[in-house]
């Protein structure tokens, strides 16, 4: 199975300041259709995930344009421009290109 | 709008089995590959195995902690998606989410596995 590994695993930020959030695959997640299945998701305490990002940079709808998701290949990163309360929870990379999904391992974010 | 909604949790013995049921309403099912992710208490998600729709050969793939175990079929006349889980170990014991790619997640539903 790919492999995905998330650092930091603990992100205590600022309000109003930026946060930032690395993904690597053991492996390449270029597709063969030429498409990158790399998501980025958000789960809020007591809440189900939700997913942020798809494709490696395409927002969810209703999905506030603070969040970017960035990167290739085997490289990928989750980017909160200025965090908010409302952003505290953990944050899953996802990748759809190998046969079996396979999750990061979860950084989580809080307030400072 | 969009539902997901899972249920059938419950307390379960080693070795028992249990059926966990998701309704799903708000879009086209039958067209909707399926999956189901589970979350141990404290931990990250895990994937455990999805259902291609019918049109795509309706095959199912499964993560290898279940593969034998777990099976995932579906009804699309009742836009319902389940989850049959068969020799359950203490280490099944997690939140069971149904999702699909586009129309989100479940609430979720809880799987203890204890004597």
């Known amino acids: 199975d790919v492999v995905m590994t998330q650092s930091p695993l603990s992100l205590p930020v600022t309000l109003g300041q930026p946060a930032s959030i690395s993904c690597r695959s053991s492996?390449?997640?270029?597709?063969?259709?030429?498409?990158?299945?790399l998501d980025w998701f958000q789960q809020r305490p007591g809440q189900s995930p939700r997913r942020l990002i798809y494709?490696?940079?395409n927002r969810d709808s209703g999905v506030p344009d603070r969040f970017s998701g960035s990167g290739s290949g085997t490289d990928f990163t989750l980017k909160i421009s200025r965090v908010e309360a409302e952003d505290v929870g953990v944050y899953y990379c996802?990748?759809?290109?190998?046969?079996?999904?396979?999750f990061g391992q979860g950084t989580k974010v809080e307030i400072k | 709008e969009v539902q997901l909604v899972e249920s059938g949790g419950g307390l379960v013995k080693p070795g028992g089995s249990l059926r966990l049921s998701c309704a799903a309403s708000?879009?086209?099912?039958?067209?909707?590959?399926m999956s189901w992710v589970r979350q141990a208490p404290g931990k990250g998600l895990e994937w455990v195995g999805r259902?291609?729709?019918?049109?795509?050969?309706?095959?199912?793939d499964y993560a290898a902690p279940v593969k034998g175990r777990f099976t995932i079929s579906r009804d699309d006349s009742k836009n319902t998606l389940y989850l049959q889980m068969n020799s359950l170990k203490t280490e099944d014991t997690a939140v069971y989410y149904c999702?699909?790619?586009?129309w989100g997640w479940g609430q979720g539903t809880l799987v203890t596995v204890s004597s």
């Open positions: 996802m990748q759809g290109t190998h046969w079996t999904w396979t």
């Open positions: 492996q390449s997640l270029v597709f063969s259709d030429g498409n990158t299945y």
């Open positions: 494709k490696v940079s």
């Open positions: 708000g879009f086209t099912f039958n067209n909707t590959w």
């Open positions: 259902i291609k729709s019918k049109t795509d050969g309706g095959t199912t």
């Open positions: 999702t699909s790619e586009d």
